[in-house]
């Protein structure tokens, strides 16, 4: 004989389906979710209907299923709308139901369910539909979780939603004092946070019955670290530097302090790529897998040419944080050192998709482009990191297709704006003197602002480097040799010697480049620039032009690859005339 189903209690299913959902075991929840939203209608009320497909929709997010959550979150507020908003509906359900329904706060429910579906489209980047869920909330019905969400997009968005911004992040506070993630924000953008903190600190305290003691919240060590993150949004890394040196005298292997500082000796004048470098290092040591501006670590890792290293760090970002754009920007820098741009190009568009607003991926595509002869394209990224994050990493890219352009007035303009911004500052006066230096009108100027950039800086690389640039354009030979010995003499990097040899080669003093370029790789065996500075003299050495050596490669690869497209080519000649690559100072 068959067994009979016994009778469902679909009230039951559903308790015990919350259950599951807050023990966090997700798929036992959507195992079980599938039974309750399957049990027709006509044997469950709405207001049953409304629990279960939110608790559903819960299991699935919890199991990273986004996409499917948002379809459920959005079934359960479509009919929370058709029975809440219906006067004769509530009425019929006030008398069909038990008292538990009675004490439902539909508003309070609804409100919920909006944040959960702004999560959805948050995990699936779509930021704008997720703020517009969000916004629908009114703002006195807004939580700490709500409010600190919204701040976190419009932070994301940037000066056009500053001021919505500020006032999220302050409303967090009110509710939580202790959130370092809203003071620091705050600090950064420069605001005064006593008016909001010492009221709700006295508030927390009342609460928790401690009103007389000092010691409950204790926020006076986190003043250092806001003002430095606070100076590094002004571009005043020396400030900023100062700043976290006592921080971190205090908490030496923080990792979050030692990231910042890193960044800060980064966009030093002074030639602190080696403090960066080492820094980011023993944050390795201490945690392999910290996700925090790994990028910018394995920025420097290619620059140097560091194959093997890059690839370790890679692997371990990878198989610890698959999830985040600096993961997938790393890993696109392993393979534009490979000098495969396809790949590469390929994973910065994934960590874009991640992240839109990570500006470092769009600087990353737009550098990425420049190598490949294709400034046009490239504009676009660059402009957006710029927008994104106004410093001078991003402007000095930015200036640099523009100057490829020809475009000399956009790359004046971002110049002389990233200069405004700090104006006592080495590397802003360098790259406003690089812009001029590409002037021949305008060289003396640009003469004036570099020596003055010199001054206040001796040793900062880009002036330096900028100068020495301009002195062999305008064949003072010796003065661009002396510059760059004096900067040699205080910190011998790859970079520099690579650089002489440079200097030397153009005169043709074969035995000079020679010397620095092995000296180069002394230093670094995988150093690249000084690797391929070596073959260029060898050819010279040999008496084979490598210009005309390496146009017969390039003819040699456009027979390869010509076809159907010729008479596109041949169409386009006309509109690229404007662009042709004529030799800048860079």
């Known amino acids: 004989m068959i067994q009979q189903l016994p009778m469902v209690s679909v009230e039951l299913m559903i308790s015990n389906l919350r259950i599951l959902v807050e023990s966090k075991q997700f798929s036992s929840a959507e195992f079980l979710g599938n039974f309750v939203i399957s049990v027709p209608n006509q044997q469950k009320t709405p207001h049953q209907n409304i629990i279960s497909f939110s608790l559903f929709g819960d299991s699935l997010f919890g199991k990273s299923e986004f996409v499917r959550s948002l379809k459920y979150f959005k079934q359960s507020l479509d009919i929370l709308f058709k029975v809440y908003n219906n006067p004769n509906n509530i009425n019929n359900n006030n008398n069909n139901n038990n008292n538990k329904q009675a004490d439902f706060d539909n508003k309070q ?264 002869d294709e400034p046009r394209e490239a504009l676009p990224s660059l402009e957006r990191a710029f927008q994104l994050s106004k410093n001078i990493l991003t402007a000095r890219e930015l200036v640099r297709c523009h100057l490829i352009l020809n475009q000399m007035k956009e790359a004046l303009v971002v110049a002389e704006t990233i200069n405004n911004l700090s104006p006592d500052y080495s590397k802003t006066m360098a790259l406003l003197g690089m812009v001029l230096a590409n002037q021949p009108e305008e060289r003396e100027e640009a003469r004036k602002i570099l020596t003055k950039a010199l001054t206040l800086s001796p040793h900062c690389t880009d002036t330096v480097l900028t100068l020495s640039k301009l002195n062999v354009v305008e064949g003072r030979f010796q003065e661009a040799i002396d510059i760059l010995n004096s900067q040699l003499e205080y910190q011998e990097t790859d970079l520099m010697h690579t650089e002489i040899a440079g200097v030397y080669l153009t005169k043709d003093y074969h035995e000079e480049a020679m010397i620095h370029y092995n000296s180069a790789l002394e230093i670094n065996p995988q150093y690249e620039p000084a690797s391929r500075g070596i073959a260029r003299l060898e050819l010279i050495m040999k008496g084979i032009d490598p210009d005309q050596e390496l146009d017969q490669e390039n003819e040699d690869d456009q027979e390869e690859g010509e076809g159907e497209d010729d008479q596109e080519e041949n169409d386009d000649d006309d509109d690229d005339d404007d662009d042709d690559d004529d030799e800048y100072i860079s």
């Not at 909006?114 to 930021?127: A, D, V």
């Not at 006195?140 to 600190?148: K, W």
């Not at 006295?202 to 926020?219: A, G």
């Not at 396809?342 to 910065?348: A, I």
Request: aromatic share 10%; hydrophobic share 40%.
């Open 109 to 372: 429910f609804e409100y919920e369910l909006k944040y959960k579906i702004s999560l959805c489209y948050i995990k699936i980047n779509r930021n704008n539909l997720a703020i517009s869920y969000l916004e629908s909330i009114p703002f006195n019905s807004r939580g700490l979780d709500t409010h600190l969400t919204i701040a976190r997009l419009y932070k994301d968005i940037g000066k056009e939603k500053s001021k919505e911004c500020i006032i999220s992040y302050k409303e967090v506070l009110k509710l939580c004092p202790l959130c370092l993630e809203a003071i620091n924000s705050l600090k950064e953008m420069g605001e005064n946070l006593d008016q909001v903190l010492i009221p709700s600190i006295n508030k927390f305290q009342q609460k928790n019955n401690n009103y007389n003691s000092i010691n409950i919240i204790d926020l006076s060590w986190i003043s250092l670290l806001s003002m430095s993150q606070y100076e590094m949004k002004r571009n005043q890394p020396e400030k900023s530097l100062i700043l976290l040196k006592k921080v971190e005298s205090k908490f030496s292997t923080n990792l979050y302090v030692l990231e910042k500082l890193a960044l800060s000796y980064l966009y030093h004048d002074e030639p602190s790529i080696i403090n960066t470098f080492n820094i980011f290092q023993k944050i390795r040591l201490l945690d392999p897998y910290y996700i925090g501006s790994m990028d910018i670590f394995c920025s420097l890792l290619k620059r140097r040419s560091l194959q093997f290293e890059l690839n370790k760090v890679c692997n371990d970002l990878v198989a610890s944080n698959p999830y985040c754009a600096e993961t997938w920007t790393s890993v696109a820098l392993f393979y534009f050192l490979k000098e495969n741009v396809e790949k590469s190009l390929e994973n910065v568009d994934r960590a874009i998709c991640i992240k839109e607003s990570h500006e470092f991926a769009h600087s990353l595509k737009g550098e990425i482009l420049l190598s490949l």
